[in-house]
């Protein structure tokens, strides 16, 4: 089975489940109240706020559902019975970590866009302020969503249950996808930093989730 049809079979079982329902709607619905709470924050407008916000909920919510799905799936004994077939183990985990990225990053976009509209709508942003907010926004958000999810794929192959995999979801990956702002926020770094820092620490994660889930017996 090849990884395009594991995506697609992974991408039909995500899209559906609870938690991303809630995300479809729950995403775009705080970029609305965003808007009608929040005043001023800071000189941010609301699209570059809901980008942070959705980010942080959205790839907390999503670093759990990863590490939910991998524990019920070997519980269940589900990959003793993919791994007797020609299937890289690695592909499994690609697909999963590629669903649920898609799923969420869609449902984020849905929100930032909103949050665009709204502002244009009241302050007058002109169209490169616009895009400029989204595309800050965008980065930040995939950066964040990429390392919760790949966080989320290592920290279910090797935890040995749910309650210790969403303890290390709270206080591990969510805190590790925290610190790529670092460098936005001290100022001393641009925002091109925060996308290659993800990227670099969203293989180093799905690498180490690769190899041990290459070497594990089930």
Not at 183 to 195: C, R
Request: contains cysteine; neutral net charge; glycine residues 8%.
């Amino acid at each position: 089975m090849s990884l395009a049809l594991l995506l697609k079979d992974e991408l039909n079982g995500f899209y559906r489940s609870k938690v991303m329902l809630a995300l479809w709607v729950g995403l775009p619905a705080m970029a609305v109240l965003l808007y009608f709470l929040v005043d001023n924050i800071e000189g941010m407008s609301i699209t570059f706020f809901t980008g942070i916000m959705v980010s942080s909920i959205g790839g907390l919510l999503t670093s759990v559902l990863i590490v939910v799905n991998i524990l019920n799936e070997k519980e269940k004994k589900v990959y003793d019975l993919f791994l007797i077939r020609p299937i890289r183990r690695e592909n499994l985990l690609l697909a999963k970590f590629g669903a649920v990225f898609l799923c969420v990053m869609v449902a984020s976009f849905i929100a930032i866009t909103l949050a665009a509209v709204l502002d244009s709508a009241t302050e007058g942003y002109d169209v490169q302020e616009i895009l400029s907010s989204m595309k800050d926004s965008l980065i930040i958000t995939v950066s964040i969503m990429a390392i919760n999810c790949s966080a989320g794929v290592l920290i279910g192959v090797f935890s040995p249950s749910v309650l210790v995999g969403v303890l290390l979801v709270l206080f591990g990956s969510n805190q590790l996808s925290s610190m790529v702002l670092l460098p936005m926020i001290t100022g001393w770094g641009e925002m091109w930093m925060v996308g290659l820092a993800s990227i670099g620490i969203s293989a180093l994660l799905l690498f180490g989730a690769a190899l041990v889930f290459r070497h594990k017996e089930f």
